[in-house]
């Protein structure tokens, strides 16, 4: 090889190792996004979006103008389960809830973790189509064998849901409308309530049982 060829080559190698290195540096840059991007928008513990992601969703869903309802439960029961068998059998727990909300069926949308043992379901459809959603998600949990290390065990949801009935919803007042329905649900032990337009608001307890 002539020694003009073999700089040439030297060049042009320098130049691909370099090409390499920052194709690897973008890969690695777009992965830490990614990851970041996730994080920000995703439940730890359960995999499922968190409250973040359900409200862009459900804003969304709202400024498209399209008929959707919103599902909140609670978990019956579950600060015993955390008390009696420690912080990683009740991560398990709200993980396996978290698998089986994934898991219903169309309308549903979106299932997310909203906090502590709080969930929420958007469903794409109408009050009646809610109203199920919220039915299929307790009796879901209710029918549920869940394995856990220290054993199996069964668990039940109060479950509340409202639907965009006000044209000039914000997903503010869905939450709040699901709140205080789930709320009812729980004290009246019904398993499941839906907020209706004409009812006078109630007051939601902060107290988990």
Request: glycine residues 8%.
């Amino acid at each position: 090889m002539s020694p003009t060829l073999h700089t040439i080559a030297i060049a042009v190698g320098g130049i691909l190792a370099g090409l390499a290195l920052a194709g690897a540096l973008l890969w690695r840059q777009q992965q830490a996004l990614y990851t970041a991007r996730y994080q920000a928008t995703h439940d730890e513990i359960t995999g499922l979006p968190n409250r973040r992601l359900l409200l862009t969703r459900l804003r969304a869903a709202l400024a498209a103008n399209v008929p959707c309802g919103l599902v909140l439960l609670d978990l019956d029961g579950f600060k015993t389960v955390n008390d009696t068998f420690g912080h990683d059998t009740g991560n398990l727990l709200l993980a396996h809830v978290g698998r089986l909300l994934t898991n219903l069926d169309a309308p549903v949308e979106v299932a997310a973790r909203l906090s502590g043992d709080e969930f929420a379901v958007l469903v794409r459809g109408d009050r009646d189509e809610t109203a199920a959603a919220a039915r299929a998600a307790c009796r879901t949990i209710r029918a549920a064998r869940i394995d856990l290390d220290s054993g199996a065990v069964t668990v039940t949801a109060s479950v509340g849901y409202t639907h965009t009935h006000d044209p000039h919803a914000s997903p503010r007042q869905l939450l709040a409308e699901a709140d205080v329905a789930m709320y009812e649900a729980k004290r009246s032990r019904t398993g499941v309530h839906g907020h209706h337009p004409l009812a006078a608001p109630g007051r939601r307890s902060r107290d988990r049982h």
